[in-house]
């Protein structure tokens, strides 16, 4: 599979596995990708699910940290054919009033969306934070062994702590925002990893938006792809690789899998200890996915939902963490929060003229097989009466199709391990640098190592750095 040329090989071709063979080509190497499906791009991929012209993304949508990562800024990839589009308002959170409350780009404009208990509270942390924003993400995105600015994390985990211990917000309006953004973490709301994604998410919002790549996340996967390649780089596709010995004698390897595929592929080139911290490693909950091929756009009550690219849906602070939870205690929730995008409102490629694809998920416990599609629906026509009325075709994936459709996703997590506490700062094992393995020969590029979950490339660029780091002490 691989060629005695090869000086580093990727086992695995998404927006991680691209990164790190990207940063290993940019120092002259002779890297290649190798990938077990026929199109790259693991969890950036599109495709027709529905009807004809449809085009759906079949995971990850909304790209914030993709315009936000410190890596994918130096890669100039809109001259691989990547255009981000903006919708007029990045995200809303509808409520069972009729009314919405809209993240903004505009700190005051979400503020002023806020019962007035908690509009100086608000314009106070996400103001001083957005004069910090770079420095939080370059902290978060390589935050081993140390932030590299200390200071402005500091000032980010303060808020985070105060969230998840309720001293934040006290309206509802406000609550309810964060409430949908802290759900992003696949794990309780009152815990710091869930306000630490939120309150990240929220910035990234006023810093760079929520945008979609015009004609869908695959067009991401192929920009990286087509970069790599005018370095030099290699792209194989379907060859799903069983085992270390196909890939020959290339001077590094690097896995974008989780470890359960790891030790699968691996193990026996990694002593007994670390393949016993893998075997430790945990799962998170799974998703139920459904894509709609839509005869014209959502009906929403409130007006603001008709220009924003994504929506949660879920109603109150209190509903969402209730579902959230039940969803860790391994229930399925009658309510489940849903996350929704639209992208076709801004991007006439997604479908044919006067139609819409929507593209929605919940939560669900780890491998299961319940059909929540009824559940999702409801939750979409309580806020959009008459939303029924426009489906033309509906597309749904359990967590067993998402496994198969990409082997990272055990048991349906996409986001590449369970996120508490210690497994979100200790993950995959405890080990200084956490994408390299006692073996000097292999690394791990998934999500599964910092800075976790997410289409931003930085657990490759952290892998791929480490791994040159390693080679340079072989010369």
Same mark, same amino acid.
């Given at each position: 599979?691989?060629?005695?040329?090869?000086?580093?090989?990727?086992?695995?071709?998404?927006?991680?596995?691209?990164?790190?063979?990207?940063?290993?080509?940019?120092?002259?190497?002779?890297?290649?990708?190798?990938?077990?499906?026929?199109?790259?791009?693991?969890?950036?991929?599109?495709?027709?699910?529905?009807?004809?012209?449809?085009?759906?993304?079949?995971?990850?949508?909304?790209?914030?940290?993709?315009?936000?990562?410190?890596?994918?800024?130096?890669?100039? $990839?809109?001259? *691989? %054919?990547?255009?981000? !589009?903006?919708? #007029?308002?990045?995200?809303?959170?509808? =409520?069972?009033? /009729?009314?919405?409350?809209?993240?903004?780009?505009?700190?005051?404009?979400?503020?002023?969306?806020?019962?007035?208990?908690?509009?100086?509270?608000?314009?106070?942390?996400?103001?001083?934070?957005?004069?910090?924003?770079?420095?939080?993400?370059?902290?978060?995105?390589?935050?081993?062994?140390?932030?590299?600015?200390?200071?402005?994390?500091?000032?980010?985990?303060?808020?985070?702590?105060?969230?998840?211990?309720?001293?934040?917000?006290?309206?509802?309006?406000?609550?309810?925002?964060?409430?949908? $953004?802290?759900? *992003? %973490?696949?794990?309780? !709301?009152?815990? #710091?990893?869930?306000?630490?994604?939120? =309150?990240?998410? /929220?910035?990234?919002?006023?810093?760079?938006?929520?945008?979609?790549?015009?004609?869908?996340?695959?067009?991401?996967?192929?920009?990286?792809?087509?970069?790599?390649?005018?370095?030099?780089?290699?792209?194989?596709?379907?060859?799903?690789?069983?085992?270390?010995?196909?890939?020959?004698?290339?001077?590094?390897?690097?896995?974008?899998?989780?470890?359960?595929?790891?030790?699968?592929?691996?193990?026996?080139?990694?002593?007994?200890?670390?393949?016993?911290?893998?075997?430790?490693?945990?799962?998170?909950?799974?998703?139920?996915?459904?894509?709609?091929?839509?005869?014209?756009?959502?009906?929403?009550?409130?007006?603001?939902?008709?220009?924003?690219?994504?929506?949660?849906?879920?109603?109150?602070?209190?509903?969402?963490?209730?579902?959230?939870?039940?969803?860790?205690?391994?229930?399925?929730?009658?309510?489940?929060?849903?996350?929704?995008?639209?992208?076709?409102?801004?991007?006439?490629?997604?479908?044919?003229?006067?139609?819409?694809?929507?593209?929605?998920?919940?939560?669900?416990?780890?491998?299961?097989?319940?059909?929540?599609?009824?559940?999702?629906?409801?939750?979409?026509?309580?806020?959009?009466?008459?939303?029924?009325?426009?489906?033309?075709?509906?597309?749904?994936?359990?967590?067993?199709?998402?496994?198969?459709?990409?082997?990272?996703?055990?048991?349906?997590?996409?986001?590449?391990?369970?996120?508490?506490?210690?497994?979100?700062?200790?993950?995959?094992?405890?080990?200084?640098?956490?994408?390299?393995?006692?073996?000097?020969?292999?690394?791990?590029?998934?999500?599964?190592?910092?800075?976790?979950?997410?289409?931003?490339?930085?657990?490759?660029?952290?892998?791929?750095?480490?791994?040159?780091?390693?080679?340079?002490?072989?010369?």
């Amino acid at each position: 599979m691989a060629s005695a040329e090869d000086d580093a090989v990727v086992v695995g071709s998404g927006p991680n596995g691209l990164a790190a063979a990207i940063v290993l080509a940019e120092q002259g190497l002779r890297v290649r990708v190798v990938e077990g499906r026929e199109t790259i791009g693991g969890g950036a991929r599109t495709a027709e699910l529905t009807e004809p012209g449809f085009l759906h993304d079949i995971c990850s949508a909304v790209h914030p940290l993709g315009v936000a990562s410190p890596f994918f800024k130096t890669l100039n $990839l809109e001259e *691989h %054919g990547l255009n981000w !589009l903006h919708p #007029p308002v990045p995200l809303v959170h509808p =409520l069972d009033d /009729g009314s919405a409350v809209a993240l903004e780009r505009s700190v005051e404009a979400t503020a002023a969306g806020f019962d007035a208990v908690d509009r100086r509270a608000y314009q106070k942390m996400m103001g001083g934070l957005m004069t910090r924003w770079e420095a939080v993400t370059a902290s978060i995105c390589k935050p081993l062994p140390w932030p590299k600015h200390p200071l402005a994390m500091a000032s980010f985990g303060g808020y985070v702590l105060r969230g998840s211990g309720g001293m934040l917000f006290k309206g509802e309006r406000a609550r309810a925002l964060m409430g949908g $953004l802290c759900a *992003h %973490g696949f794990t309780r !709301l009152d815990r #710091p990893p869930a306000w630490a994604i939120g =309150l990240f998410l /929220g910035l990234l919002g006023h810093a760079v938006g929520w945008p979609i790549p015009r004609g869908g996340a695959q067009q991401i996967s192929d920009a990286l792809g087509r970069k790599l390649e005018s370095m030099g780089g290699r792209i194989e596709t379907e060859r799903m690789v069983q085992s270390l010995d196909e890939l020959g004698d290339a001077r590094a390897v690097l896995f974008e899998v989780t470890p359960r595929q790891l030790l699968s592929i691996a193990g026996d080139a990694l002593p007994a200890g670390y393949q016993r911290g893998l075997k430790r490693f945990r799962y998170g909950p799974g998703v139920f996915k459904m894509d709609f091929a839509l005869d014209g756009p959502i009906p929403w009550r409130a007006e603001v939902c008709r220009r924003a690219g994504t929506l949660h849906l879920g109603g109150t602070f209190e509903e969402v963490a209730a579902s959230e939870k039940a969803v860790l205690a391994g229930e399925h929730p009658k309510r489940p929060f849903v996350l929704l995008a639209q992208p076709s409102i801004i991007d006439a490629s997604r479908a044919p003229a006067g139609k819409h694809a929507v593209w929605a998920y919940c939560h669900v416990p780890n491998g299961s097989t319940v059909d929540m599609s009824e559940a999702i629906e409801r939750q979409i026509e309580r806020f959009a009466p008459g939303f029924r009325e426009r489906i033309i075709s509906r597309a749904i994936m359990n967590t067993h199709d998402m496994h198969r459709h990409n082997p990272n996703y055990i048991g349906g997590d996409i986001n590449g391990g369970a996120a508490d506490l210690p497994q979100v700062l200790l993950r995959p094992v405890m080990r200084w640098q956490p994408w390299t393995t006692p073996n000097p020969r292999l690394f791990l590029c998934s999500a599964s190592t910092p800075p976790g979950g997410g289409i931003h490339g930085m657990c490759g660029y952290n892998a791929a750095t480490a791994a040159l780091k390693q080679l340079q002490r072989q010369k």
